[in-house]
């Protein structure tokens, strides 16, 4: 099968192609896993941090890729939930405790970090962490669920928001332009306000029905009660303080922040930003039971993914966008 695989950490400044093509075996199945035919894969801006090492995978080489969209092609011999050509999506959690809190277990292990991912034509997968995907949904359109969708839902369960209340949301991207639609169908009496550096993604945004849309450094016209912060530097994070109100939830859905700009934090005053029972929430990777609940929410409401596809080769050319900040929604691999 033909799979893009990642050797050896490199900086994304120093090459645009950190993945290579190959020829490698189709996977054996175990025996409580399925193995799924790979038909759309989503990129996501974790994979940069694989690539670069800052969340370094636990084996290498590796096949990337944690918002797979696939049918079952065959079963392991004690796999019941699915039947062969049923139609699942796989997210970030690979494996784990299936507890409520599985994400913050030791055990819990990541598509993609931890076991081979959706960026090639097979993959397989512990049969309880694949999930149908609703008919609503063509592949390509599914596969930003998986990760972007469902992780933007855990962020806005954690915000504690109530209908009516304002929401912030800092970095627009392939989680927050979901996020916005999942916040209009859940809370439809709350304004959104979104803080992003580019005009055309501000412009964006408003298009999505954000109230205001301004730069990561202004200040909303009213205070917030919730922000949800999906940048990787600190800046945005530290404005993101400033505009929230007595009692209100900074929820930060990173799964890292760089060093380049932690100075930024010496830019927090304790009595005019944190004081008044302010709080900072993060978000550490996901459950099952958060993609379950996602995705029939999802097709419900109907929230509806801005795309741009590419082939499965061209998953480098998709990478070095997405490095560049030339994004608008979301990034797909279509494959076979």
Not at 212 to 223: F, I, L, S, V
């Amino acid at each position: 099968m033909k799979a893009m695989l990642l050797r050896h950490a490199v900086s994304l400044d120093d090459t645009d192609t950190p993945l290579d093509l190959d020829d490698v075996p189709i996977p054996k199945v175990g025996s409580k896993e399925v193995l799924l035919r790979v038909r759309a894969c989503g990129v996501c801006h974790t994979e940069l941090d694989e690539i670069e090492g800052r969340v370094a995978p636990s084996i290498l080489p590796i096949v990337l890729g944690h918002q797979v969209v696939g049918h079952v092609a065959e079963l392991g011999s004690d796999a019941t939930r699915f039947q062969e050509g049923d139609r699942v999506g796989v997210g970030w959690i690979y494996a784990s405790t299936g507890a409520s809190n599985e994400n913050l277990s030791p055990e819990f292990r990541a598509t993609g970090r931890d076991a081979n991912g959706g960026y090639a034509e097979f993959m397989t997968v512990p049969e309880d962490y694949a999930y149908p995907i609703p008919e609503a949904y063509s592949d390509e359109y599914a596969a930003p669920l998986l990760c972007a969708g469902a992780i933007g839902y855990r962020a806005l369960k954690l915000t504690n928001l109530v209908d009516g209340q304002r929401l912030g949301l800092t970095g627009f991207g392939g989680s927050a332009h979901l996020v916005i639609q999942l916040a209009h169908g859940m809370f439809p009496h709350s304004e959104v306000y979104v803080f992003a550096r580019d005009e055309s993604v501000r412009a964006f945004a408003r298009q999505l029905g954000a109230v205001w849309a301004g730069d990561t450094t202004d200040r909303a016209p009213q205070k917030l009660h919730a922000v949800i912060d999906t940048t990787p530097v600190w800046k945005p994070a530290v404005e993101a303080m400033k505009n929230l109100a007595p009692g209100g939830r900074l929820v930060i859905n990173a799964i890292r922040k760089v060093d380049t700009d932690k100075a930024c934090l010496q830019q927090l005053s304790y009595h005019e930003d944190l004081w008044m029972e302010r709080e900072i929430k993060t978000v550490a990777n996901i459950t099952q039971h958060d993609i379950r609940d996602f995705l029939p929410l999802a097709a419900g409401i109907p929230l509806t993914p801005t795309i741009e596809t590419y082939r499965l080769e061209d998953a480098n050319i998709a990478l070095a966008e997405l490095k560049r900040g030339q994004i608008r929604g979301a990034k797909v691999l279509t494959i076979g």
